[in-house]
């Protein structure tokens, strides 16, 4: 590859993590809200308000983007939002008989099974210095979150949402583009809406009565929901899925610095010494001289 292919390729590189690390960080910003809101509204109503909302946004903004999309690209927007939204489900309903700290680690066990899975599907190779960034993100999710780990049906429900999570960053990575980010990011939304509603389908979405609630659902639709996964769709058409894992394990250390800032937490030995791991993970994989660039990523044929 030569220097001047190489270089323009490396910059998309760079800005395409920069953009992961926006969404992990508005991700993050959601867990203390997402805290407070469901002590007034139940979490199967919420979900389903909020993909509901930020799928027709995502759509009136740009009505033509799944038009002009290929009758393949759109079967594989149905696919990696069917399985986006059953991961939302399990992982909800996981966490209504787990701890938040337990849910949050297990959940992060998707930054391990997205290197096998694309080694397995996308025949990808997966350098040992990636594979010492999986060992010190997982560290580093455990140093956060964990504080004894027992295994119930709701700790199951959980690690079969990490699994689904793993296999959408695989199924993004192989199947996203340039040219039809905006339009896999509608139809996700969209199927993402309707599994979210399914629960609530029999009695109707419980909606917030406090204006403060609408700002905090408005906010999670808008920019950690729709805006999000536009950024995360577009992103992952210049990264391999196993970058992307290990950057999006940045979720739980802005979720920690968002409590300290704004919701009245106190930092702690954990979160500095958890966050360093993960951060340190991070760096290790984007500093690693001779790192995939935006032509080597690995996409399947569309």
């Known amino acids: ?13 760079g800005l395409a993590t920069l953009a992961l690390v926006g969404v992990t960080a508005s991700w993050g910003s959601t867990f203390f809200l997402i805290k407070d809101l469901l002590d007034r509204v139940p979490a199967a109503d919420f979900l389903a308000l909020r993909f509901c ?7 009136v903004v740009s009505p033509a983007a799944v038009r002009r999309m290929s009758r393949r690209a759109r079967r594989q927007g149905l696919v990696l939002g069917g399985v986006y939204g059953v991961a939302q489900l399990l992982q909800t309903i996981g ?16 930054v391990v099974a997205t290197p096998v899975l694309a080694g397995w599907l996308l025949r990808e190779r997966i350098p040992h210095v990636v594979w010492l960034a999986i060992a010190l993100s997982t560290a580093g999710l455990a140093v956060l979150s964990l504080r004894g780990l027992s295994i119930g049906p709701g700790e199951a429900l959980t690690f079969a949402a990490a699994m689904l999570y793993a296999l959408h960053i695989v199924g993004l990575g192989a199947w996203s583009s340039t040219q039809d980010a905006y339009g896999l990011a509608v139809l996700q939304m969209a199927v ?6 399914l629960p609530t389908a029999y009695d109707g979405i419980t909606l917030p009565t406090r204006a403060d609630d609408w700002v905090a659902v408005l906010y999670m639709a808008l920019v950690s929901g729709a805006l999000a996964l536009l950024a995360q769709t577009w992103a992952q058409a210049h990264l391999t899925a196993t970058r992307a894992a290990i950057v999006m394990t940045l979720e739980p250390v802005f979720a920690a610095a968002f409590a300290v800032a704004l919701g009245g937490e106190s930092v702690t030995t954990r979160m500095a010494v958890g966050g360093g791991f993960v951060l340190a993970a991070m760096y290790l994989v984007e500093l690693t001289p001779g790192r995939h660039l935006e032509g080597e990523v690995p996409h399947l044929a569309q």
Do not use: Q
């Open 192 to 197: 993402i809406a309707v599994v979210a509603a």
């Open 53 to 59: 909302i930020a799928a027709v946004v995502l759509a």
């Open 95 to 110: 966490l209504e008989s787990t701890d938040a700290s337990v849910s949050g680690f297990i959940t992060g066990m998707y």
């Open 1 to 13: 590859m030569s220097s001047r292919v190489a270089a323009p390729a490396g910059r998309r590189s």
